[in-house]
């Protein structure tokens, strides 16, 4: 089940990375930027279950507490912007 996990996180880790790459419009990339950290921060988790460790809970809350305001900054940019 953890094999499937980190493949499907996998393919979504890339289908996000694509539309940072290739979207459209500067809020399309906030969103991905924002999909590629939930994906991150899923594999963390999954690794952590994989690895029998609660070590990583740190790790993801302070993970998780960036994205939020990175996304956050770039969503105030954005509006300022006018995109």
Known sequence: MIVTAIVLL????GCFLY???RGPSIPDRVVALDG???VVV??????AAK???DITLATVLVVSLVGFVGTVALG????????
């Open 42 to 47: 899923s594999g963390i988790i999954v690794a």
């Open 76 to 83: 105030r940019f954005v509006e300022r912007r006018g995109g």
């Open 51 to 53: 690895a029998n460790s």
């Open 36 to 38: 590629v950290l939930s």
């Open 10 to 13: 996998a393919v979504a880790g």
């Open 19 to 21: 539309r940072v790459l």
